[in-house]
């Protein structure tokens, strides 16, 4: 695996299903209406923590331990809508037995709207 250095970016892009919301649901044990009963659409509202396993399946990639995470979610997310997360490292520092990170990510719905942004910090172990 290449360490990124700063200013590193990558993207993940996945549209959810109706049948991965009510999983989430089920195992998260939050089975709010909004997330198990379709809206006038069809749709379901996505969970803001499911939203946040795009930053987090970038993160993997990386093999990155999350040693904090902050979310904002400005808007909703609705089941058939495809989200885009960009991630950008902003600072990656080298150590002895690990590399210490934070990074920014930011998710937009197809029509460009800004659904999640997140920050970061963790360690990649060498």
């Known amino acids: 695996m290449q360490v990124p250095e700063a200013g590193d970016t990558d993207t993940f ?3 959810f299903t109706r049948e991965e919301v009510r999983e989430f649901a089920a195992l998260s044990g939050d089975e709010g ?3 198990v009963e379709p809206d006038e659409d069809g749709r ?3 969970h803001g923590l499911l939203t946040a396993t ?3 399946k970038i993160g993997g990639d990386y093999d990155v331990l999350a040693r904090e995470m902050d979310f904002e979610f400005p808007r909703p997310v609705y089941t058939g809508e495809e989200v885009t997360c960009r991630w950008r490292f902003e600072h990656v520092t080298e150590r002895k037995s690990r590399y210490i990170l934070s990074a920014r ?6 029509s460009g709207e800004v659904v999640l942004r997140a ?3 963790g360690v990649i172990l060498k």
Do not use: G, K, W
């Open 13 to 15: 892009t996945r549209t």
């Open 33 to 35: 209406t909004h997330h």
């Open 44 to 46: 379901l509202l996505v």
């Open 54 to 56: 795009l930053p987090t």
């Open 105 to 110: 990510a930011v998710c937009r719905d197809e």
């Open 119 to 121: 920050q970061v910090t």
